[in-house]
């Protein structure tokens, strides 16, 4: 013990519940013991320790006494001695932090092994074969983690072993040869470090805690917790655990491997897993051998997999939760060394969830809360198209689901610069490991030509949601050529190949690829979700067709409808040219009367893509200039067919100065010449007309009068709505009409009008006059009252201060987080995220680009006080959000706490606000606002 802190714990001693102080790994290897499984015996000494060492960079004082007391236990318990020269204790040194970090940190094997007890592992075992490759695996693994020395040297060595023996595989060494590797390793070891190989065990311990405790500043844990944004009150240090260790090649009655309590890539209720006979654990992960499926258990160790079932169906009932264990059976006897929650793709979380409530093993809420929103997008992974034959070069094993097209990249840094740069990469390798890290960000996809569906390729692929074929044997790549043999087939880096992670399949080239269907599973778990929410799911959607897709997607309506996308398709953008070139206010309705029934029509079939749910439909929002070209362009075609005019009249010349200076010539050119001149006036027609060019100048003209400084801030919005009232009335007529007629057809509708860019109370009350006009109007044309709401977004900040005098005329208000955060921060939204708020995440001044995840501090503050000034006037005020936070899943649990009735996202991100809203619900007790 150091000071009077307690940093160590034995497993049948420690808080299973405490995983930041003993880190996820110590606090299950305590919770299994105390539960009654076969877990080897050992203990945790605490992350507070390693916060300690940390801190002084040395090992807290006291801690190695403390560690010898409870090694002595050990020896106790096991019947065995540390360093023991008749019956060795080894134990395994694993890190383990709060958060699972998988492969990041180090772990180190087989420690206790020196000279001495390598001697009584032999005699103990009666297998010197298996005690030296014991032996060379520590010196390997110490060496690499505690000592520093890259891995390279050793397998340099044991390679050229293998290669003098004529071995291929490890396990086709001899004893004699395994001792020969072993005195490699011991001489590299010297020569690194210019000491032998430490033989104290003690000493072998106090450097490989102290190894592992500096791991958690390393540069690869370091990176995964930014990238998955582990903060310090998620995971603060990790915890190392000392345990007996136990051998899984100790012969054909051992074995070792990783199982899931169900299968990960689908989540079908099935034990799912690899092992190896005669192995040790790092061999499945680190995909040297190719692990058997854990059903062939069932025939090759009927007893053993019987318990293995049972171990499965205990850690499932116990942690309520699919669990991903590692095991081991030493001479017939299963242990169970590791337990963690399984890692799974969106679609088996959602199958569990759904079948494990079903089975009675967990509550609807847990069913509920027990998915990351976010993953769902995982959901909407390509496929590849359903029709799609084409012969596929290779198959693998499918680790991963998900279809994925990029170009053959074979290591991790150029697939992290070739996929920054904004290429689509397939990250290609034999086998990964923890380092590769950063190229499996920038990658679609992974492929393996080595390594079972537990390999860490597969596990951190799956994590990620990205598709991964992992064991692909036919590919045979050469790093140095920088090339791959697929049988005859010689792949380059940068050749397109898809992979598909949900079979297996490698093709040359891109494949099309189709979107996923929503699951039975899903839908189920998803109507839960809507029956526990207090906040509805809109979409945003624009057309008819994003409607309908919307509505698939289980949205409850249509949160924002942006009109100005209806103007800018091929058909009408002429027509709204028309209107904005419009000198007079005449020509200008002339125009809007032409663009008067097309969006009616757009509405209609919008209302019906959404009977019976509500539909926002938002005026026109954006400067008007963004319908013209831009002035460069313009300058451009002009100066072009100025030129080209010119060059056709001298062309035009050309026969006369030719018959000047060479009649004989010009008589042998005059029929060519005359067809020349007929083209080139046919041209001069349709494209050089003075008129043409006038035109353009004309526009030039007007786009040059509309040019702003600042177009965001400008005459755009409400702003249009209040200069050229036809626009706004056109479009209020559309929409009322659009209702009328849909009302007489029998449908059930509910259209909703809303003003962009409101600053004034003025303002909207001017807008809403034309809306009591034209509704009275369109009542007395078409015989009905047609029922609707009248609202604002919320996106300007002085809108948010005057909520209260709003919501005299609003009925509704929607905020448009995406312009009231760049109006809060005086951020442009269009620039900011390319220039400087990368910088900003980076280095910790904003903890999010806040265009992404809503700034609860600052535009959250806003939307509370507005909410509440607007719920003053008008306690029946509805409430909700249409930027892009609205799918954003931490964005959507403020919105829920602050009130709001709805929030309005992208179709596709609906299923995952839905689910978020639920858990909102759930949660809502336990809910911090970030101050
Ligand atoms: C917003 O500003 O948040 C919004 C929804 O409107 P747009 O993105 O169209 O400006
Ligand atoms: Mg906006």
Redesign the pocket.
Known sequence: MGGSKQYIYDFDKGDGKNKMLLGGKGANLCEMTQIGLNVPPGFTITTEACLAYLEKNQLPDGLMDAVKTHIQALEKKTGKGFGSGKNPLLVSVRSGSSMSMPGMMDTILNLGLNESSLQGLIKLTANERFAYDTYRRFIQLFGKIALDISDEHFDKHMTAVKRKFGALQDVDLKTEHLQEVAAGFMEIVQRHTGKPFPQDPYEQLEIAVGAVFHSWMGKRAVDYRKQFKITRDMANGTAVNVCTMVFGNMGNDSATGVGFTRNPGTGENIIYGEYLTNAQGEDVVAGIRTPKAISEMETEMPEIYRQLIELRDRLESHYQEVQDFEFTIEKGILYCLQTRNGKMNARAMVRTSVEMFNAGLITRERALLRIDPAILEQLLVPQLAPNFRGKSLAQGLPASPGAASGKIVFDADTAEIRGRAGEKIILVREETKPEDIHGFFQAEGILTSRGGKTSHAAVVARGMGKPCVSGCEQIVINDALRSAQIGETTLHEGDVITINGGTGHVYAGEVPTVHAEFSQEMATLLSWADEVSRLKVMANADTPNDAARAREFGAMGIGLCRTERMFNSTDRLPIVQEMILAETTEARQAALDRLLPIQRADFKGIFKAMKGLPVTVRLL?PPMHEFLPTAAQLELEIAHLHQLRDTIKGLEELPDTLKMLNPKLYQQYADGLTKLMGGLSDFKESHLEEDVISKKEVVLKKVRALAEVNPMLGHR?VRLGITYPEIYSMQIRAVLEAAALCAKEGLEIHPEIMV??VATVEELKRIHSYVQRIHAEVKATQGIDVKFKFGS?L?VVRACMRAGRMAETAEFFSF?T??LTQATFSFSREDAENKFLPAYTETGILEDNPFEVLDIKGVGQLMKMAVQKGRATNPELKVGIC?EHGGHPGSIRFCHHVGLNYVSCSGPRVPIARLAAAQAKLLEDKYQEPV
């Open positions: 929002d919005g962009p860019q977004m996106e448009g995406n312009d930027g």
